[in-house]
């Protein structure tokens, strides 16, 4: 293959964290062209996530924070990236909670660096690499704020209206974003997305949480009534949308992306737990419901999301492919198959951090 002809590689930022890996992952898979991935490593980014493709010659890590500009600025001009994909944020509402110093440095500070160095870059581009260029932001549907019971879901034009310093961080960013594109005409692309779940999600958030604390007897904390909705997208079909928006969004647009699959906790956790009866019958407490304890609810906690997708689906012809059935057991299977992983996520560091919120 010629040079001039050779894909064009993207940046990804945040690429050693949950959907930032499983993404790199199914990118390298499915696309020719090659990944650089600039991820700060954090407690949730785990080069171990990406272990498959470590000596793919397409695959290029970058150990680094978004807000350094000049090692940004470095990258964009010795890599020519022809899109930066950005996943890099602080993403727990219950750290948030706890310590939102981060989330605002991060998610709203480094997207701002990561757009001015774009808007730079992007500036000395020309002709086709310069029509070509999309920063593509992924955001969540937790800007959007909480709906009651019988209210419509949330739509690509919901007013923003945030409740954790988490949200509030996102929703921030996602102006800055819009901005840029209203202003500068950065050719942006913003994703908004539901819960996920799936392969390499660190065991903070609640389906991997519920699946190790179940196989060891723990106790499985359920927040408040455990009435609260969640809708739940299996992360390789976030991934597919995220690639499909790249590949065919409209600039300046944005896009809802859900499984429209809303569930309440109590029944994740449940069907979680009935799972694990049939796939581990001599656990230690079994059934495995048995484990579920109700604790103090989480300080303003949204009581319910749910996606309207149409857009994404009659425009881009995006579908999930996953149930929430098929998605759930391919999970519960990936966890009871990866203790290696488990092993080396529950650090010195992870234990603190369940022993601050959960006392345990
Ligand atoms: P995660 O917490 O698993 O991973 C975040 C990654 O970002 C980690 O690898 C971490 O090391 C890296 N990072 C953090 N701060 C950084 C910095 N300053 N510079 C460089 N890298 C940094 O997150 P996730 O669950 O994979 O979420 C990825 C993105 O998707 C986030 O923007 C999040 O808001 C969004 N999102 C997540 C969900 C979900 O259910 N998890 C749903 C919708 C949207
Ligand atoms: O909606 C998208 C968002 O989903 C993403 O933007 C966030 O980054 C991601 O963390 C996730 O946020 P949630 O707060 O919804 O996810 P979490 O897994 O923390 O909690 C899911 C629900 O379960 C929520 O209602 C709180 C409840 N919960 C959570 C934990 C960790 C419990 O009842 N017990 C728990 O121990």
Same mark, same amino acid.
């Given at each position: 293959?010629?040079?001039?002809?050779?894909?064009?590689?993207?940046?990804?930022? $945040? $690429?050693?964290?949950?959907?930032?890996?499983?993404?790199?992952?199914?990118?390298?898979?499915?696309?020719?062209?090659?990944?650089?991935?600039?991820?700060?490593?954090?407690?949730?980014?785990?080069?171990?996530?990406?272990?498959?493709?470590?000596?793919?010659?397409?695959?290029?890590?970058?150990?680094?924070?978004?807000? %350094? &500009?000049?090692?940004?600025?470095?990258?964009?001009?010795?890599?020519?990236?022809?899109?930066?994909?950005?996943?890099?944020?602080?993403?727990?509402?219950?750290?948030?909670?706890?310590?939102?110093?981060?989330?605002?440095?991060?998610?709203?500070? $480094?997207?701002?660096?990561?757009?001015?160095?774009?808007?730079?870059?992007? !500036?000395?581009?020309?002709?086709?690499?310069?029509?070509?260029?999309?920063?593509?932001?992924?955001?969540?549907?937790?800007?959007?704020?909480?709906?009651?019971?019988?209210?419509?879901?949330?739509?690509?034009?919901?007013?923003? /209206?945030?409740?954790?310093?988490?949200?509030? /961080?996102?929703?921030?960013?996602?102006?800055?974003? &819009?901005?840029?594109?209203? !202003?500068?005409?950065?050719?942006?692309?913003?994703?908004?997305?539901?819960?996920?779940?799936?392969?390499?999600?660190?065991?903070?958030?609640?389906?991997?949480?519920?699946?190790?604390?179940?196989?060891?007897?723990?106790?499985?904390?359920?927040?408040?009534?455990?009435?609260?909705?969640?809708?739940?997208?299996?992360?390789?079909?976030?991934?597919?949308?995220? &690639?499909?928006?790249?590949?065919?969004?409209? *600039?300046?647009?944005?896009?809802?992306?859900?499984?429209?699959?809303?569930?309440?906790?109590?029944?994740?956790?449940?069907?979680?737990?009935?799972?694990?009866?049939?796939?581990?019958?001599?656990?230690?407490?079994?059934?495995?419901?048995?484990?579920?304890?109700?604790?103090?609810?989480?300080?303003?906690?949204?009581?319910?999301?749910?996606?309207?997708?149409?857009?994404?689906?009659?425009?881009?012809?995006?579908?999930?492919?996953?149930?929430?059935?098929?998605?759930?057991?391919?999970?519960?299977?990936?966890?009871? %198959?990866? %203790?290696?992983?488990?092993?080396?996520? *529950?650090? $010195?560091?992870? &234990?603190?951090?369940?022993? !601050?919120?959960?006392?345990?």
């Amino acid at each position: 293959m010629e040079f001039a002809m050779q894909p064009k590689t993207i940046l990804v930022t $945040g $690429g050693a964290g949950f959907i930032g890996s499983n993404f790199v992952l199914q990118w390298l898979a499915n696309e020719t062209a090659g990944v650089v991935n600039l991820d700060k490593l954090t407690y949730a980014g785990n080069p171990a996530n990406l272990a498959a493709v470590s000596s793919d010659p397409r695959y290029k890590f970058v150990q680094g924070d978004i807000c %350094d &500009r000049e090692l940004v600025a470095e990258l964009l001009i010795r890599q020519r990236p022809r899109a930066i994909v950005h996943f890099a944020a602080e993403t727990h509402v219950d750290r948030s909670i706890h310590g939102p110093d981060d989330f605002v440095r991060t998610n709203i500070n $480094g997207t701002f660096s990561l757009l001015e160095e774009a808007r730079s870059y992007w !500036t000395g581009l020309e002709g086709g690499e310069k029509d070509a260029f999309r920063f593509l932001h992924v955001s969540t549907d937790e800007v959007y704020g909480s709906l009651g019971t019988t209210d419509p879901a949330f739509s690509e034009s919901t007013r923003y /209206s945030p409740n954790s310093p988490y949200s509030a /961080s996102k929703a921030a960013s996602d102006h800055l974003v &819009r901005a840029y594109f209203h !202003t500068y005409g950065l050719p942006v692309l913003t994703t908004n997305c539901s819960n996920n779940y799936g392969p390499f999600q660190f065991p903070e958030k609640l389906i991997p949480l519920v699946i190790l604390h179940a196989i060891t007897g723990k106790p499985i904390p359920v927040y408040g009534d455990g009435q609260n909705v969640r809708d739940w997208l299996f992360v390789a079909d976030h991934c597919e949308a995220i &690639r499909t928006v790249l590949a065919r969004g409209r *600039i300046g647009e944005t896009y809802n992306i859900g499984g429209r699959n809303e569930v309440k906790n109590l029944d994740v956790v449940n069907t979680i737990c009935a799972a694990l009866d049939q796939l581990r019958p001599r656990d230690p407490v079994v059934p495995h419901s048995k484990l579920v304890k109700f604790v103090q609810d989480r300080p303003g906690h949204d009581r319910r999301y749910a996606m309207n997708t149409d857009k994404i689906e009659s425009e881009l012809g995006w579908r999930p492919q996953e149930t929430f059935e098929t998605g759930i057991r391919k999970t519960v299977e990936w966890y009871l %198959d990866n %203790d290696p992983w488990i092993q080396g996520v *529950i650090s $010195g560091s992870y &234990r603190q951090w369940m022993a !601050t919120q959960y006392s345990l």
